[in-house]
């Protein structure tokens, strides 16, 4: 157990279990979560350190800053060359760390390039309440840093001192710690090679004085020592993942890049010999030879490009990249595998040779220049690949000089805030949201008739130019919600996966102007191309834009962001300021306001933070993604039109597969939803379940077992004598013959439903949450610390190890006696560690639904199913990855914060859960989704 608080004080409190948003190699990597809670607990004014080198530690006291809002001034001091114990190293280091600084903390952080000693008489007599001392390690180096600097310190305040275990090379920190530990209160770590705190001020903040006192109690200071040991592991793991992610993105990268430039040049070599054999039929030579001149000279170019692309790969391949390697000493280990080979590249469709002669014409002669090209193009109707795209050559999309989110407590005050969107000229399909969150206004201005599940839809006369109308309501929120203080505006095509309200919390309050990164591209000029390739506008429109940019001296590479997913303060008079001007932009120009939306955040200097990448990007994160555009199609529409069910009780059949009657699925997905629907909408529907297909007139719920078993020409009978036929297919695959003879999916997991809409664009499809089994009373929160497993042992990452930690209670999905009901009970915390699935299937999370409804916390990895959705990216207990050692550092946080702050939070996440599964929401949402039939 955690130590039990002092004065009312949690060693672990929230920003213990923060993430660092820069990831370096670092001796202080793994003291990152006690810097957070230092900075939470100590609540400074001012932090200086001295010796900062790549800025690790000294960022982490940033960002704790940052997210909690305090007013304070941070300064790192360093002469930014090296020195014995550190090494000596050039000029780039201090460029990446002031880069860093600059881009997100320039308002409060200062980089003070100069000796200790010369630094000094920056600062006044006791101005420090955080002192960081990790410069040169010699005894007398330390000892005089620390007795030079001292006269600043605080009343309050604290030293740091690092490598405080360490012994060899001359380290001298360990022998200054053993003599100023005997002056003052102080507590060492003993992990990640020694972090000592020490209490100079006499009037220590209750946090620090209560950890001071552990020292007198040795049971509760190993285990403090014990949890930051583990947290900190747990940030060195995802160091390692992301470097060796940085490994692989380099490889696929330059694979891309090469295929992609290999495709580029066929293409354009289709254009030449097309021109030349335009000008031998006698076609008008000048014009001919023009665009084969700009095709021409584009295609040195591209040669060169594909030279360096292919020496890049080979030096990638032979482990020259630009990602550094260390080397290591041989071994027995198995060598690095070999990479697979490059992929082919798809074959050219029609309209890329003109595409990418364009283009060409672009990089080569300018905008004005390759006009007539985009007009052939665009007038010739031909296909490209979606994802068709030559680029200009700019460096790959990076973070363009934002700064990122960083979390936040929250914000005091009551701020009122909504959801909306715009719909005009019926281009999407407005989705309800998957997660509604009460009390919050999800808004939908649009001139179609439609009623949408969960959207308050504010009808409004058919606009003359629907494009232009959807513009002026997505930019200027201020004008028409003036009764909300902000405002989240999304794409009319997105769909809501996870509680928008904690994502909005978390990391929007409290913050005029938020967005994501573009993921694809960085600046407007690739924009403006990649608009003319999938023929979103006029072509003269666009173009003449691009050139009155280029006249105003837009540079490159400038940033860009996606203009799908906006949070913006309407009480900002810069966020004011800049709508009204965008507004304006997108009248005078072309309707693609990203194009405007880049220029304007160069001109005016306004620029939005943008959210972590490791949330996700406007198209796919963890609270939403978007769908495919459905034109004026809409959604698939049979032959026979969409019929609907006759009489005041129209029949609901629940069709399943004799052979499996005795499964988990048939269980619950038949039998227990038949009876939930019964019991809550017996009134309006007559329900039944059957294993014969003789049906008629009703609508018919195929479940996951008969979907894997019935032919085509049964589904196409049953389909023909019934009103409707729903696929319940749960985790399974569809066949995609039977999709011919289907109305509706339903899918129980918010991965399958993306991954349908995603696959099966314009298919219906509703979303029935898969319920925890209804036989399972619910249950209060253990009493005391234990962890079970529940279900098929070959489904959870189990190692001695791990087993050592948890009880199995083994439950066959095949047959489902209901025993392991009984065994349930009791369990504080639910492994739900399973490997990944290998069919790329949609597991429900029924796992985290069973912990919720037996009142537990789960233990689970962030990347499996729906977990991320439901818990959120700040749940406690989500790990990293399934690997073993991150498994065992997440079963020791969770028994050390049993019963604690972080503990109980997570058991309030796991309340709203659960309330996303009861009979009762799940009863709703297949009412809702039957009103397609009624």
Partial sequence: MVPPPANGVSFFSEPSFWLPLQVENSAWTTHGPFGFWLVAALRPGRIVELGTHRGYSYFVFCQAVRALGLSCRCFAVDHWQGDDHAGRYNANVFALV??????????????????????????????????????????????????????????????LFHDITEHGRGFG?????????ETYPGFAFVHGHGLGVLGVGKEQAAPLAALFALDRDPAARDLVRAGYARLGQAVGDRRAILAND?????????????????????????????????????????AAVDRLGAVEASLGKLAKRLTKASAKLRGSRDGRSGVRRHRKKKSGRRSRPTPSPLAPAPAALPGEPLAAAAIAAVWTNGWAAALPLWQDYVDSGLPVHPTFFVSSGQPEPQNGGFRTVVPRAPVAGDVRWCVYTALFGAYDALRAPLIRPPGIDFICFTDTDIEVDGWRVVRLPPAVDPVRESRRYKVLCHRYLEDYDASLYVDASTVFAGDIGRFVRRWCLGRPFAMWSHPQRNDVYDEAIAVLVQRKADPRRVVDQIVAYEAAGLPRATGLVEASFMWRDHRDHDVISFMEAWDEEIGAHSRRDQISLGFLMWRLGIRPEVFPAHLGNARKNFVSSLSMH????????????????????????????????????????????????????GDRWEVAVTDDADIRDAVVVVGKGRMATVSEPALEKLRQANVAVIADFVDAPLRSGLLPFIDLLWASSIGGYRSALAIRPGMPVDLVTHHADVRLPRREPAEAYSVGYFGEPINAVATPEILAEIDMVPVSTRSDDGGWLQRIGGYALHYAVRPPLKDGGHKPFTKGFVAARCGANVLIDR????????????????????????????????????????????????????????????????????????
């Fill in 98 to 159: 002031d880069r860093h600084n600059r881009r997100n903390y320039a308002d409060f952080s200062n980089l003070v390039r100069s000796s200790f000693a010369e630094a000094v008489d920056l600062f006044e007599d006791g101005s420090i309440d955080l002192l960081h001392i990790d410069g040169q390690h010699y005894y007398e180096d330390v000892r005089a840093d620390f007795e030079t600097w001292r006269p600043k310190l605080s009343e309050r305040a604290v030293v």
């Fill in 173 to 181: 920190v360990h022998r200054l710690w053993d003599e100023v530990i």
């Fill in 246 to 286: 940085a490994v692989l993105a380099e490889r696929k990268s330059v694979d891309a890049e090469f295929a992609r430039l290999q495709a580029s040049n066929k293409a354009l070599e289709a254009v030449v010999a097309k021109l030349l054999s335009q000008e031998g039929e006698g076609r008008t030579a000048a």
């Fill in 630 to 681: 459905l034109g004026a199609a809409g959604e698939k529409q049979t032959e026979r039109g969409r019929r609907r069910v006759a009489g005041s009780r129209p029949r609901l059949v629940f069709l399943y597969e004799p052979a499996y009657r005795g499964s988990g699925s048939t269980t619950l997905r038949i039998f227990q939803l038949a009876d939930i629907v019964r019991s809550h909408l």
């Fill in 863 to 934: 990347t499996d199913g729906d977990a991320i959705h439901y818990l959120g990216d700040d749940y406690p207990f989500l790990i990293d990855n399934s690997r073993p050692a991150s498994i065992l550092a997440g079963l020791e946080l969770a028994r050390q914060s049993f019963a604690s702050e972080i503990w109980r939070a997570g058991l309030e996440v796991m309340r709203q859960v659960e309330a996303l599964s009861t009979p009762e929401h799940v009863a709703r949402e297949v009412a809702v989704s039957l009103r397609r039939f009624a």
